[in-house]
């Protein structure tokens, strides 16, 4: 019988295979071992220029090039390593300072080991993706040492031996393999291998083994501006401390183990969803889960147990009789915790005059609970997903000890974040007095159960408070918008002529292939004063048989960028152009932005046409989409295009081609508002600029002309055709833009407003019903009355969102706004990335180019459209939040008085909507008179009245005439819009 | 758990530490069982297989009825029958087969035509040659160690064939929706690998470059097949020389034994 068993030494490669067996548990709860083959090799490069031997074994890819070595021959020294030095961090000095990593001026020649990698990426993704990033950039000089596979610093784990403590060794010997490594080099003295840990066993074990090895702080300390960086490290020593703090000296619950969160959600005692904070009030959260049709809310400090708003938290119903009426009152952090000591710890949770705030609360709702008016209400019971980000704030004047403003000593101030749903955030700097009244950047690092608020860590300064840099930046930041340049990499996919690019003349270029020639065409675009990117041209032209040709023409952006380069990658990352005000955030380069791709009048451009067949009646006879060149008769601006309509001497082709559009596109609007499209509304201004400064001086609310509902009918047209020959092309992967229709319990508060204070039936029961009862809410005295409906109707509304024709069903298309069946983004590709892969699909719809993956590939598509929704609504946040700033500006120094109306009623205070300035303040009772006027809130009939030192009533809707002045606030150092009310109507 | 396929970029290195043109250890075997006419087992890093080869044999009575329409054709020439048996614990996840499983059913026809393709199946008409495959354990290129093993074995049995069939799977060092255009070509993959990228198996007729079996299951750009088959053919050249020397090592330690007499011409084989 022949034997299959081999002995070791028979096999010459036994030597160099390793095996790694780990054991990892299933979503399902199977645990699994996975065992996995190591080949131990020698010719992994230590890449530092110093090193010849090295040279001889880099690796090949298949086309023969090789990676350059990375780390410089001439690394940077610090006090203790003047001689220059390599680091080597280890998994969690990433973990807790990756802004460090990140700063241009200290951290250069980094070797990231391969098990460094693996545990980053296993402990928090993001940071991973961050690292990746920090590797791949070339002035950063961080080289991925893959010391697993490599056979000197290779470590089996030893029987007893925790995971972490094999990774530890593992570092450590690397970093001596490195030591041994480079000594052998030529270099007389060559720069010191230097581990960072935070871990004091790894430090002490790396010192008897005479490996050199420093603490972040340590390290950090060593370096020339080390006291900035300093405050860049979060304390652990401090966490360490509060670990062993007594277990009555903690404030919060603790949370539960993920495998009890787990379970719960499961057997369905526990839900999951996203903590969201009420803007009006910051101790009150409420959470959406699939469970109930309302959202679930979350009332206190105790309750909301350290969660953070956006973070995905776990939460448990709480008893009937602890149900609450979510509050009817104003609570801002900033006024009711103003002079807490952020050095004290201990205290409750809640403070003395939190609890006078609830008190208050749990009164009223008491004597109200047997109405049944308590809601579902929950408590925090664990976060399975912190949703921290980088915040931008500033630090609370108040909490500075004053002594301490001039000393290096370290002190611990307040952060208020810019985002009020955010809390407090506690930091410790050695640099107070210099970061007073600046903007600054901070992240969340950890929050405890025995502090209060969360602890974080500062990031860099952005600037002076309310200079015109720092605010716009913060702007940028707080809606994570991209705003750097462009890098080289996506500058190199421009076409080489740059702005000397023309259509080729002769008709056999390949750029000519299959596009139609209309340049004989009267084409002319509309838009905007001052635009620059045009997206879109139009014609028409009547034909023979009496019915009429439109085109609408639109830049051929996919032409010029092609899919997955990098100009493509950038793009699909920034997913819009974002409008601030006085700054547009490109998402493509200036060059094809505003010159190549626009379409400029009196030049030839690229186009991709749909050209319909109308009849006089504007019904579709055919249609057809084809690529094209154009050349763009004049560029109006829409005062302009409406002053030619009007004027009758007028009589060129061109002003009588535009006024048949406009004659189609009403009847196309009438069509739209019959089958049930929504005229929404929200108080939308203009900011007029000084055109030197560009200081703000005015502010206008928009005008409403003719011209615009002329572009904008022609546009919705050609997206909603383009949507339905995608969908037919492909099924599976058209990308397309739905409105859900708005669940009915969103109307609840709305209709029933209505139904108390004016009478009038609010129906949804499907857009037309909306839309027909919209219309009968009119008051004749006041003709904002219908607006102001309107604006709060539209709060009501769905987000409006990109997906993947795959993931829906056909009736789920539906846009509820615009009362069409499908519709999709085609109309601005310069400014949106959803319209270019329309542009794609569209272009191999009708087979004008073959299909891309990108096209095809549907999980792709879906990660595109999860983006670009995100970075939709980030960029019209950032657009009104740059808005409301630039009104604050304008109004600065000034005092004016308006006209407003209430839309929003509390026990305390209520909320005055200005609609010349478009903008929304609340007035508190303690702010109509001192001392703060007795009041009585009728919930029911939405009327406040006060009496004792101000006898007045007020109730919803109501106009009044307030006050309108700019005011910075002193405890919280922000500059806004206050209102002073002067009298009800 | 280790990094993905996507950190190949950083240092050229793969999930199990290879340079994109490594073959993973092979080791061979040929005559595990002494009783079978053929007998061979494979390992591939960790895929383990072994194969039986019975015959060329008189076909049994169950047989016959099976195919009545191939059955003239069948006549003239051997038929190859082959049978996988995939084991419950051959992978991470104790898995249930059926006998009538489609993926088996189409790695079976596949190891058999490919087969059918070098064995001189002319010469034994009338007659079967069953080949039995057995899965031990799986990390990927499951149909190429398969091969390989058939290979072996039909070797063993001394079944006459015009060159060993090889095979070897390539794959592309990004995915699809990727569409990195410098994607480098990946030689043999293991699971890992065949779960997160595109891969190919192609099987070639001993050093030659004729294309036995390409079997393609995922989506990859037309340009980047090219590379790809070309490292699958270099990687098959490899294989063949590998499971050559054990089947001249395993001769050459018979004939030491004097379990067999030097064959005619031979005598000048250097048997140290």
């Known amino acids: 019988m022949a034997s299959l068993k081999r002995s070791v030494g028979s096999d010459p490669l036994a030597a160099n295979i390793s095996s790694k067996v780990y054991v990892r548990s299933t979503k399902s709860g199977k645990v699994q071992k996975i065992v996995r083959e190591v080949y131990l090799r020698q010719d992994i490069p230590c890449s530092s220029k110093l090193c010849q031997s090295c040279l001889k074994v880099t690796p090949r890819d298949a086309a023969g090039r090789q990676i350059p070595f990375v780390l410089s021959e001439a690394p940077a020294g610090t006090s203790v390593f003047p001689q220059g030095h390599y680091l080597v961090p280890d998994t969690n000095a990433f973990l807790s300072a990756m802004d460090l990593f990140e700063q241009s001026s200290a951290f250069y020649d980094v070797i990231v080991l391969q098990i460094v990698l693996e545990e980053l990426r296993n402990r928090s993704l993001p940071l991973y993706n961050r690292l990746v990033g920090l590797t791949k950039s070339e002035d950063k000089r961080f080289y991925v040492f893959f010391n697993e596979f490599r056979l000197e610093t290779h470590v089996a784990r030893e029987e007893g031996e925790s995971v972490n403590d094999r990774n530890d060794r593992a570092v450590r010997r690397a970093v001596a393999w490195y030591g041994e490594h480079l000594a052998r080099t030529k270099a007389k003295k060559g720069p010191a291998v230097v581990m960072l840990t935070n871990d004091r066993d790894n430090l002490r074990k790396a010192k008897l083994e005479g490996i050199h090895a420093c603490s972040l702080a340590e390290y950090v300390k060593q370096l020339k501006d080390g006291d900035r960086l300093l405050d860049m490290i979060p304390d652990t020593e401090d966490r360490d401390a509060i670990k062993e703090k007594r277990p009555n000296e903690l404030l919060y619950p603790e949370y539960l183990t993920m495998s009890k969160m787990m379970t719960g959600v499961k057997s369905g005692l526990l839900h999951q969803g996203t903590f969201n904070v009420s803007p009006y009030n910051y101790l009150e959260g409420s959470i959406r889960v699939p469970a109930f049709p309302k959202s679930l809310i979350i009332l206190g400090r105790e309750n909301i147990n350290r969660a953070v708003d956006g973070d995905l938290v776990v939460v448990e119903v709480l008893p009937r009789d602890q149900w609450k009426e979510p509050s009817t009152k104003v609570i801002e952090e900033q006024a009711i915790t103003r002079n807490e000591n952020p050095d004290a710890e201990g205290d409750d949770a809640v403070s003395e005059r939190e609890r006078k705030a609830l008190q208050e609360e749990a009164k009223r709702t008491q004597s109200k609970t047997t109405e049944g008016h308590a809601q579902p209400t929950a408590k925090v019971v664990g976060v399975i997903k912190r949703n921290w980000r980088q915040y931008v704030g500033h630090i609370d004047q108040s909490s500075v000890i004053q002594s301490a403003q001039q000393g290096q000593k370290q002190d611990t101030v307040f952060i208020i974040p810019m985002d009020k749903k955010i809390p407090k955030i506690r930091l410790r700097t050695r640099q107070v007095a210099e970061l007073l009244g600046k903007r600054i950047l901070v992240t969340i690092d950890a929050w405890d159960r025995g502090s209060r608020h969360p602890v974080g860590h500062f990031i860099r300064s952005l600037g002076e408070l309310e200079t015109k840099a720092a605010e716009t930046e913060a702007l940028l930041l707080e809606y994570d918008v991209q705003y750097r340049p462009f890098p080289k990499t996506v500058l190199d996919c421009l076409p080489k002529e740059g702005h000397d690019w023309k259509v080729p003349e002769s008709i056999d270029d390949p750029g000519w292939r299959g596009r139609e020639d209309l340049r004989g065409l009267l084409i002319c675009s509309i838009d905007p004063i001052g635009c620059q990117d045009i997206d879109d041209a139009l014609h028409c032209r009547p034909l023979p048989n009496g019915n009429i040709e439109v085109g609408v023409h639109i830049a051929d952006v996919s032409h010029f960028v092609k899919p997955n380069n990098a100009m493509d990658t950038e793009a699909s990352v920034r997913g819009t152009t974002v409008y601030l005000v006085d700054k547009r955030i490109d998402m493509l380069p200036m060059l094809l932005g505003t010159d190549l791709c626009s379409l400029k009048p009196y030049v030839e451009r690229y186009a991709f046409s749909v050209l319909w067949e109308l009849t006089p009646d504007a019904d579709i006879a055919s249609m057809r989409f084809t690529k094209s060149v154009i050349k763009s008769r004049e560029a109006f601006s829409y005062e302009q295009a409406q002053l030619r309509v009007d004027d009758i001497s007028q009589q060129d082709e061109l002003t009588s081609s535009i006024r048949a559009l406009m004659a189609l596109s009403k009847k196309l609007r009438q069509k739209r508002m019959d089958a049930g499209a929504l005229s929404l509304s929200s108080p939308e201004v203009k900011i007029q600029m000084e055109s030197e400064t560009s200081d703000p001086i005015d502010v206008k609310t928009k005008e409403h002309l003719d011209t615009m509902s002329l572009v904008e009918e022609f546009m919705l047209l050609a997206n909603i055709s383009v949507a339905r020959k995608i969908y037919e092309a492909f099924p599976q992967t058209a990308i397309l833009r739905r409105h859900g229709a708005p669940p009915k319990t969103n109307f609840d508060e709305l209709a029933n407003q209505l139904r108390v204070k004016r009478g009038f039936e609010l129906s949804i029961e499907s857009s037309r019903a909306l839309a027909d009862s919209l219309d009968t809410c009119v008051d004749p005295n006041e003709p904002f009355f219908n607006t102001l409906i309107r604006v709060m109707a539209t709060r009501c509304m769905m987000a409006a969102e990109y997906f993947c024709s795959g993931t829906q069903a056909y009736p789920e298309f539906r846009h509820y706004g615009l009362a069409c069946e499908i519709y999709t983004h085609f109309t601005s590709p310069i400014r949106r990335y959803a319209d270019l892969v329309a542009h794609r699909q569209l272009a191999a719809a009708i087979e004008y180019e073959a299909v891309g993956p990108g096209v095809r590939s549907r999980g792709r598509l879906e990660a595109v459209c999860k983006n670009i929704n995100i970075r939709h609504r980030n960029a019209q946040m950032a657009g009104r939040a740059s808005i409301a700033y630039y009104v604050g500006q304008a109004l600065r120094g000034k005092t004016t008085e308006e006209d407003g109306f209430i839309m929003k009623i509390f026990s305390n205070g209520f909320v005055v909507l200005v609609p010349s300035f478009g903008i929304e303040s609340l007035i508190r009772l303690r702010d109509l008179a001192e001392p703060e006027p007795e009041a009585t809130f009728d919930a029911e009939n939405y009327v406040l009245a006060m009496s004792g030192s101000k006898d007045l009533k007020v109730e919803l809707f109501q106009k009044v005439r307030v006050k309108v002045m700019d005011r910075k606030d002193v405890t919280t150092g922000k500059r806004g819009v206050k209102m002073e009310f002067v009298k009800a109507y | ?272």
């Not at chain 2, 057995?134 to 160690?145: M, T």
């Not at chain 2, 294309?211 to 989506?219: G, K, P």
């Open chain 2, 1 to 272: 758990m280790p990094l993905d396929t996507s950190a190949y970029s950083l240092a050229l290195l793969r999930v199990d530490g290879r340079r994109w043109n490594e073959l993973r250890r092979i080791h061979a075997q040929i005559r595990t069982q002494a009783a079978a006419d053929g007998s061979s087992y494979l390992e591939m890093g960790h895929t383990k297989v072994m194969c039986v080869v019975t015959g060329p044999s008189e076909p049994g009575p169950r047989r016959g009825t099976a195919g009545a329409g191939a059955a003239g054709a069948s006549k003239a020439v051997a038929e190859v029958a082959v049978s996988v048996v995939v084991a419950g614990f051959s992978s991470v996840d104790r898995k249930k087969r059926g006998r009538n499983d489609k993926r088996n059913l189409e790695l079976q026809s596949t190891i058999a035509n490919a087969l059918a393709a070098s064995l001189h199946t002319h010469l034994f008409p009338h007659s079967v040659i069953q080949v039995s495959l057995h899965v031990l354990s799986q990390d990927g290129s499951l149909l190429a160690a398969l091969i390989n093993a058939a290979t072996l074995a039909c070797v063993d049995a001394g079944i006459p064939m015009t060159d060993y069939v090889v095979a070897c799977t390539a794959g592309s060092t990004s995915t699809y929706a990727a569409g990195d255009e410098s994607a480098d070509p990946l030689l043999d993959l293991n699971h890992q690998e065949e779960q997160e990228l595109p891969g190919l198996t192609v099987a070639t007729l001993g050093e030659s470059d004729r294309v036995a079996v390409l079997v393609c299951e995922s989506r990859v750009q037309v340009g980047r097949l090219e590379g790809m088959l070309a490292v699958g053919v270099d990687g098959c050249k490899q294989v063949r020389e590998i499971l050559d020397r054990v089947v001249r090592d395993k001769g050459k330690r018979m004939v030491l034994e004097g379990t067999v007499a030097k064959g005619e011409g031979l005598e000048d084989m250097d048997l140290d």
